[in-house]
């Protein structure tokens, strides 16, 4: 299988297709952060009410899901972040740094989890942030239309960084989704390195990293980015 290529900026590089064949052909990479399939056959829009409910991806299967997630692959890296990992536990070795996202802070409870885990091959004890994201109600990008049936808010990957990567570090998401985690790490100054297998979602994280390269922040150096091309300021 082939897979296309997009440099957005000098160490931001996008690739779409199949993980597993291009992680063979990358170079170094000081982290892995990312939201893989969990194997739970997840459907978004099953449970939990209007305000957790998004019309926009009922019953979107996520591409994947349907398989059991095997992390060893990504176990070699010097620094993981899985999320999700709650559900495949059983295939990594202890960790007591956890990360856990409250995503209810103090709302009540519906269907579906409360909070995110994320386990990390990290020393020190587990953390927690605490950040409101249930349908209508959220604590930041309110407004802002949800792209992805998983997507996370770009705050929460900030503080995920913050924890796990230092500045000028290449962080590498090979379940891009939408491309959050990019976002959040062009802001913070880090390098990047996504992948993502559906052209779709490829097309939007491209545009939401663009767009995260051209905003300007007097206290972060980030990368620099090209001129934007044609196929990005029409990307839906």
Known sequence: ??????????GVTLYCGDCREILPTLGKVDAVVTDPPYG????HGTGGGKLARSTQFDHHPIRGDDEPFDPAPWLRFPRVVLFGANHFANKLPVSSNWLVWDKRDSICSNDQADCKMAWTNLSGPARLTRHLWNGMLKASER????VHPTQKPVAVMEWTLRQTTADGETILDPFMGSGTTGVAAVKLGRQFIGIEIEPRYFDIACKRIDAALREPDMFVDRPKAPEQADWIKNAP
Request: net charge negative; glycine share 6%.
């Open 1 to 10: 299988m082939t897979w296309r290529t997009e440099t957005l900026a000098d």
């Open 40 to 43: 739970i056959a997840y459907s």
């Open 143 to 146: 407004g802002e239309v949800r």
